[in-house]
């Protein structure tokens, strides 16, 4: 086993832990932190892979910019909350169902797959440089991308409805 | 990767982390003494170190008043506040000197390397590979500076949150939403030079800053950019949180904002990395706007100055003159910087923010359209 893979391996380990801490974990800035460890080593994975470009956009993106805002946000949580002591909501056996369920077809889908795709530690591969890659995800990709723009208002507008019921049952 | 690759790795991490930590043992030393030249006074010359046996007293210009601060700030009592959250106390400062050195990391030092040639007796080992002066000399350079700077926010304001003080509070409050604002300012100026340039790799930037524009002046990024250069300067020195953008830790107000709970070697790594800081941001900008390693008129083999007169170097001699430049240059803006942070005053929070959003931002913005149309007509 070359440094490359036990580093695949190291990472893959770390971002599993930092996932599962961020599950577990009760308070909000510990389920940050965790989801913020997580995020980093999925972004060291990329890299061994590789592809400095994803990795390089994960942190940027996921830490840089969206945890940022959510401890800065968490910042100003009051921390006595009551609703820090419960560890899960009611929804964890559908939620441990589904998860179990997304997790079997993934490895199913490792395992008939076979081979790994890309090797670690083979250097950066010429189409994932940063020019091939801009200009492949502007020509191909914008559609999608601006759909995922339409999912995030989505979202914010769910969001939005779920503080209002929310509000109302509190009289 | 193979043992010469290792090797040279190896060799370019301990000289970057070197050069870090010394300039920010020299800064501590620089600051003082230059305030005390600009404002008319002896300064700095209280610490000294006697021989032993002797009445000989050395005093240096004040050199050891950072060795005198450094044994202070270990041997001093590590006072823990009663803090919400043990973890995130314990991380605050990690996460803010950790991005700071590992911004260095795509920083380019200094031009090709053959050590073959440098080191006859190993040519054989190295095989007459050569190497870019630079620890990871990755595609996505710029984009790497500013991964590794957001994570910077996060342990200001993990310090400031979990210091369970008000005043720690409001500074991490402050903090968050300064570098937010002024890394936005931050990227949009570099983005004129990665059109200028055509790339975001940084070792590629420079090489093209060495040729020259009109014949004599050098090609560097501020002859092209010279307004994204000051605009680039102020995001700096405002996202290293000095004056006059120091309000996360104005100490008139917040006693020392979102590290206020931290005592000895902790709270020395908040000022550690703030003045290792001052040197990455003087490192960036000498990498996007001064020509990096480039002295003027020189290449790889020698110089070649405007009147087709040609004095070529050996491979060691560019090399040393390489690393002293870069090392030269990064110095230049450190004191530079220091210059703007003993001259102005702090600015109000709400005239921070204003300075940030309704007056760099439309500047840099504007100063990336000119750019973007200038180009396009010297294309169309």
Same mark, same amino acid.
């Given at each position: 086993?070359?440094?490359?893979?036990?580093?695949?391996?190291?990472?893959?380990?770390?971002?599993?832990?930092?996932?599962?801490?961020?599950?577990?974990?009760?308070h909000?800035m510990r389920?940050a932190l965790?989801?913020i460890s997580?995020? #980093?080593?999925?972004?060291?994975?990329?890299?061994?892979?590789?592809?400095?470009?994803?990795?390089?956009?994960?942190?940027?993106?996921?830490v840089?910019?969206?945890m940022v805002?959510?401890v800065y946000?968490i910042m100003?949580?009051?921390?006595?909350?009551?609703?820090?002591?419960?560890?899960?909501?009611?929804?964890?056996?559908?939620?441990?169902?589904?998860?179990?369920? @997304?997790?079997?077809?993934?490895?199913?889908?490792?395992?008939?797959?076979?081979?790994?795709?890309?090797?670690?530690?083979?250097?950066?591969? /010429?189409?994932? #440089?940063?020019?091939? +890659?801009?200009?492949?995800?502007?020509?191909?990709?914008?559609?999608? $991308?601006?759909?995922?723009?339409?999912? @995030? %208002?989505?979202?914010?507008? &769910?969001?939005?409805?779920?503080?209002?019921?929310?509000?109302?049952?509190?009289? | 990767?193979?043992?010469?690759? +290792?090797?040279?790795?190896?060799?370019?991490?301990?000289?970057?982390?070197?050069?870090?930590?010394?300039?920010?043992?020299?800064?501590?030393?620089?600051?003082?003494?230059?305030?005390?030249?600009?404002?008319?006074?002896?300064?700095?010359?209280?610490?000294?170190?006697?021989?032993?046996?002797?009445?000989?007293?050395?005093?240096?210009?004040?050199? +050891?008043?950072?060795?005198?601060?450094?044994?202070?700030?270990?041997?001093?009592?590590d006072f823990k506040p009663l803090a919400y959250d043990k973890l995130a106390y314990a991380l605050g400062p990690w996460l803010a000197i950790v991005p700071v050195l #590992?911004?260095?990391?795509?920083?380019?030092?200094?031009? !090709?390397?053959?050590?073959?040639?440098?080191? /006859?007796?190993?040519?054989?080992? +190295?095989?007459?590979?050569?190497?870019?002066?630079?620890?990871?000399?990755?595609?996505?350079?710029?984009?790497?500076?500013?991964?590794?700077?957001g994570i910077t926010i996060i342990g200001a304001m993990l310090a400031g949150w979990s210091s369970a003080n008000?005043f720690s509070l409001l500074g991490a409050l402050r903090a968050g939403?300064?570098l937010?604002?002024?890394?936005?300012?931050?990227?949009? !100026?570099?983005?004129?030079?990665?059109?200028?340039?055509?790339?975001?790799?940084?070792?590629?930037?420079?090489?093209?800053?060495?040729?020259?524009?009109?014949?004599?002046?050098?090609?560097?990024?501020?002859?092209?950019?010279?307004?994204?250069?000051?605009?680039?300067?102020?995001?700096?020195?405002?996202?290293?949180k000095?004056?006059?953008?120091?309000?996360p830790e104005?100490?008139?107000?917040l006693?020392s904002g979102y590290f206020t709970e931290y005592s000895a070697m902790k709270q020395g790594v908040f000022m550690l990395s703030e003045?290792?800081e001052?040197?990455?941001?003087?490192?960036?900008?000498?990498?996007?706007?001064?020509?990096?390693?480039?002295?003027?008129?020189?290449?790889?083999?020698?110089?070649?100055?405007?009147?087709?007169?040609?004095?070529?170097?050996?491979?060691?001699?560019?090399?040393?003159?390489?690393?002293?430049?870069?090392?030269?240059? %990064? $110095?230049?803006?450190?004191?530079?910087?220091?210059?703007?942070?003993?001259?102005?005053?702090?600015?109000?929070?709400?005239? #921070?923010?204003?300075?940030?959003?309704?007056?760099?931002?439309?500047?840099?913005?504007?100063?990336?359209?000119?750019?973007?149309? &200038?180009?396009?007509?010297?294309?169309?």
């Amino acid at each position: 086993m070359t440094i490359d893979q036990l580093l695949v391996y190291f990472f893959g380990a770390c971002a599993l832990l930092g996932g599962v801490l961020m599950l577990v974990a009760r308070h909000p800035m510990r389920v940050a932190l965790a989801l913020i460890s997580c995020m #980093l080593s999925l972004a060291g994975i990329y890299a061994m892979l590789g592809v400095h470009v994803v990795a390089v956009f994960q942190v940027l993106i996921y830490v840089g910019a969206v945890m940022v805002f959510m401890v800065y946000v968490i910042m100003l949580l009051d921390v006595r909350d009551p609703s820090f002591v419960r560890r899960y909501s009611r929804m964890l056996l559908p939620g441990v169902v589904l998860g179990a369920l @997304l997790a079997g077809a993934l490895g199913i889908s490792a395992i008939r797959l076979g081979a790994p795709v890309i090797q670690p530690g083979a250097g950066a591969a /010429p189409s994932y #440089l940063v020019q091939p +890659f801009s200009v492949e995800f502007l020509r191909e990709y914008w559609l999608h $991308f601006e759909l995922t723009s339409v999912l @995030l %208002v989505a979202a914010v507008v &769910a969001a939005i409805a779920i503080i209002r019921s929310g509000r109302r049952s509190d009289g | 990767m193979t043992a010469p690759d +290792f090797a040279i790795s190896l060799v370019y991490i301990a000289y970057a982390l070197a050069v870090l930590l010394t300039f920010g043992a020299i800064l501590t030393w620089v600051e003082r003494k230059q305030a005390a030249i600009m404002s008319d006074r002896i300064g700095a010359n209280r610490a000294y170190v006697r021989i032993p046996f002797t009445q000989v007293k050395l005093i240096w210009l004040g050199l +050891f008043h950072g060795m005198a601060d450094g044994l202070k700030l270990l041997l001093k009592e590590d006072f823990k506040p009663l803090a919400y959250d043990k973890l995130a106390y314990a991380l605050g400062p990690w996460l803010a000197i950790v991005p700071v050195l #590992l911004v260095f990391a795509v920083v380019p030092f200094g031009g !090709t390397l053959d050590p073959g040639r440098l080191f /006859p007796s190993l040519a054989e080992w +190295f095989g007459g590979r050569t190497y870019p002066m630079q620890i990871a000399p990755i595609d996505a350079g710029i984009l790497i500076v500013f991964a590794f700077s957001g994570i910077t926010i996060i342990g200001a304001m993990l310090a400031g949150w979990s210091s369970a003080n008000k005043f720690s509070l409001l500074g991490a409050l402050r903090a968050g939403s300064q570098l937010i604002s002024y890394e936005l300012v931050m990227g949009l !100026t570099v983005l004129g030079i990665v059109l200028i340039f055509g790339t975001v790799n940084l070792g590629t930037i420079v090489e093209r800053q060495s040729g020259t524009v009109l014949g004599f002046l050098p090609a560097w990024g501020i002859v092209y950019q010279p307004f994204a250069a000051v605009l680039f300067l102020i995001a700096g020195i405002a996202e290293n949180k000095r004056i006059p953008f120091d309000l996360p830790e104005a100490e008139s107000e917040l006693i020392s904002g979102y590290f206020t709970e931290y005592s000895a070697m902790k709270q020395g790594v908040f000022m550690l990395s703030e003045f290792i800081e001052i040197a990455v941001i003087g490192a960036l900008f000498v990498t996007l706007f001064f020509g990096g390693y480039n002295l003027p008129w020189m290449n790889d083999t020698g110089f070649v100055f405007p009147g087709g007169h040609a004095v070529p170097l050996s491979h060691g001699w560019v090399v040393v003159l390489q690393l002293l430049t870069f090392l030269g240059k %990064v $110095f230049l803006l450190c004191s530079f910087q220091i210059l703007v942070r003993w001259t102005l005053p702090r600015f109000r929070w709400d005239q #921070l923010l204003r300075f940030a959003w309704k007056f760099l931002l439309p500047l840099a913005i504007a100063n990336l359209v000119v750019t973007a149309v &200038a180009l396009w007509a010297q294309q169309a």
